[in-house]
């Protein structure tokens, strides 16, 4: 079967392996100026800053400082889920039985296509779309020593974010495959259908169960760090025992725990005995959860996205933020006492691989800059809109340009009636807010309109000044 690659990189993804590291993509990015982050562990407490939107909408977004864990140098730290991505365009996905799809696999892996067509994917998509926004980033998981570990290791060395293996208490008995480094056949039809394909779905153990524990040096990360994020993912490659201990790792040392179930979660919900307290334990203890609308349907038997999360909120003991995820719709945030919604932003879409992770690289910098909810959502659809323009993952994901572009054009879809209906079938909440074009009076109106020209004006000068510097530089 002749196959064709979806986006060939031209230039310094076609390098020998044998080569230095990779050069950056685009301008270098210059260290943003922005506002006070969250406070780190040992600080004296704020006190909570009521944040005044459009003269309708107060949100206090601080909260404690966590005990301990001072001098955290890494805003964002990914766990697993590293990969090097093979983009393909091909005639047909694979099929769904999984003897087939796994000799469909293997026949691709016969022939690997050249460099020039591979990627990084899983995590370094949220990795990339972060540090283009300013953030500092790790990234924790294992890579391999061989030619895709390198390719790998340079790209992410390019993009300025660190990398913290996985090899302490390792099985020396092993397989040489156990070690390698994983690979994600990201398969593309002509009507933009998207199929999977990697060893760790034919597996039934993880890709790296040798990892018996926690190593030292991902204790020290995880430390060091002022959110950890986990997905689903992560249960492909190490045990649940390992990632309830990277949560409880986190919690000990006040670092605050981001958790996307993905497409894992109902799997999961239905998985082994471990799989099942491990989800409900990242599920419980998280700071920020992060779900499509079908997603949190799937773990709550609830259709309404609000009530879903309302009710994830419920379960939670430390969840903070619930962000319901709803594509060409937009995005919803529910907390304690509010419900926000921003819909989302017009646009020719390419590719949607990446937006999700682009998505939540928004709504964690929205976390730590303690940015009001409407303003975060905004961002993130935002970011995640960039990415859709373009066509792949990996470091073609949102770059600040085209998310200021989008910002400044503020074109959004708007179907109120939509939001009304959803506000509607779910609890009621204290107070409701909606991004719109324009600020909408009147004691009759069920919701607070938010106008989007209102949250861009807040959003661009933490933005500008790096892109000017940027286009300087180029």
């Given at each position: ?12 993804a076609s390098?020998s392996?044998?080569?230095g ?18 406070r780190?562990?040992?600080?004296a407490r ?5 944040v005044a939107?459009s003269?309708a909408?107060n949100?206090?977004?601080r ?21 090097v991505d093979?983009?393909l365009?091909v ?11 796994k000799?469909?696999m ?8 050249d460099?020039?067509?591979w ?20 990234t924790?998981?294992?890579v ?12 992410l ?9 996985m090899?302490e208490?390792?099985?020396?008995t092993?397989?040489?495959q156990a070690y390698?480094t994983l ?10 259908k998207?199929g999977?394909?990697?060893r760790a ?9 040798w990892?018996?524990?926690?190593p ?8 060091c ?12 490659e190490f045990s649940p025992?390992?990632i309830a201990?990277?949560i409880?790792?986190?919690?000990d040392?006040?670092?605050s ?11 999961l ?23 499509t609308s079908d997603e949190a ?10 009530q ?5 909120l ?6 903070k933020?619930v962000v319901?995820k ?9 907390t304690k ?13 390419v590719?949607t ?8 690289a ?8 303690n940015l009001?909810a ?10 995640g809109?960039?990415t859709?323009t373009g ?7 949102a770059h600040l340009?085209?998310v200021?572009?989008l910002?400044?054009?503020?074109n959004?879809?708007?179907?109120d ?6 506000i509607?079938g779910?609890?009621?909440?204290p ?5 719109s ?15 989007i020209?209102?949250?861009v004006?807040?959003?661009?000068p933490?933005?500008e000044a ?5 286009t300087?530089?180029?």
């Open positions: 079967m002749a196959l064709q690659t979806l986006n060939p990189h031209p230039g310094p390098v392996p044998t080569t590291p990779l050069p950056r993509r685009g301008p270098p990015q210059p260290h943003l100026h922005l506002p006070p982050r969250r780190l562990a040992g600080c704020p006190r909570a800053v009521a939107v003269g909408v949100e206090a977004r909260r404690p400082p966590p005990e301990g864990g001072e001098g955290k140098e890494t805003d964002l730290a990914t766990l697993g889920n590293l990969c093979v983009v365009s005639p047909q996905l694979p099929p769904e039985p999984r003897d087939e799809r000799a469909y293997e026949r691709l892996a016969a022939s690997p296509p460099q020039k067509f990627e990084a994917g899983g995590n370094c998509n949220l990795a990339f779309a972060a540090a283009r926004l300013g953030l500092r980033c790790s924790l998981g294992h391999g020593e061989e030619i895709y570990g390198k390719f790998l290791l340079d790209v060395e390019a993009e300025g974010i660190s990398v913290v293996g090899l208490n390792t099985d020396a092993a397989c040489r390698e690979l994600c056949w990201v398969l593309v039809d002509p009507f933009q998207h999977f394909c990697s779905d034919f597996s039934e153990e993880p890709a790296f169960s990892i018996r524990k926690l030292a040096d991902i204790r020290t990360a995880i430390h760090s002022k959110i950890l994020f986990c997905n689903g993912y992560a249960f492909d025992d390992v201990s990277s409880d790792c986190a919690i040392a006040g670092t725990v981001f958790f996307d179930p993905g497409p894992r979660g109902q799997s919900l239905h998985g082994t005995l471990d799989e099942q307290r491990a989800l409900e334990h990242a599920l419980k203890l998280s700071d920020v959860l992060l779900l349907e799937s773990l709550t038997e609830m259709r309404n996205p609000i879903a999360g309302q009710e994830l419920k379960r939670g003991i430390r969840t933020w319901i709803m594509g060409s719709k937009g995005s919803v945030m529910i006492n509010t419900v926000s919604c921003a819909p989302s932003f017009k646009i020719n879409v590719d691989v990446g937006c999700g992770d682009s998505f939540t928004a709504i964690a910098f929205g976390f730590l800059h009001p409407v303003h975060t959502l905004t961002l993130a659809n935002a970011v809109a960039a859709a066509c792949g993952a990996g470091r073609n994901v340009d085209k200021l572009e910002l400044r054009e503020a959004i879809n708007e179907e009636t939509a939001w009304s209906e959803l509607d779910s609890s009621l909440s107070e409701v807010s909606v991004l074009r324009t600020a909408i009076n009147g004691f009759s109106e069920p919701l607070v309109h938010i106008p020209c209102t949250v004006s807040d959003l661009l933490m933005f790096v892109s000017e510097r940027s300087v530089q180029a």
